[in-house]
């Protein structure tokens, strides 16, 4: 059973910086893909960053130069830091796993439960 774990949202003013961390657990080899959604209130769920485990990244237009996105293969996680932030990023934050090898063998499309991050003043 794979879980993904995030931590790390919460209030903070704009410009300012918050840094997400989510950690897959279960018996794990290798995770292809790990990436970060966000659903803000009245608005669909929309990619915010991805990375494989090679290392190539796609960012949403929104948060490119502002948003970092990193992984460390050997403890499963997956990494988001978030600078210069803005009020419109104000969401709910997922994380993703996908292509997940296992003992079990491959399983796809996993989701942590969802981060809060609130840009106000």
């Known amino acids: 059973q794979v879980q993904l774990v995030p931590s790390g949202g919460g209030l903070v003013q704009p410009g300012g910086s918050l840094r997400l961390s989510c950690a897959a657990s279960g018996s794990i080899f290798s995770i292809e893909f790990m990436g970060w959604y966000r659903q803000a209130p009245g608005k669909r769920r929309e990619l915010v960053a991805a990375?494989?485990?090679?290392?190539?990244?796609n960012y949403a237009d929104s948060v490119k130069g502002r948003f970092t996105i990193s992984r460390d293969n050997a403890k499963n996680t997956v990494y988001l830091q978030m600078n210069s932030l803005k009020p419109e990023d104000t969401a709910v934050y997922y994380c993703t796993a996908d292509r997940v090898t296992t003992l079990q063998g491959v399983g796809f499309d996993y989701w942590g439960q969802g981060t809060q991050v609130t840009v106000a003043s």
């Open positions: 990375m494989t485990s090679g290392g190539t990244t």
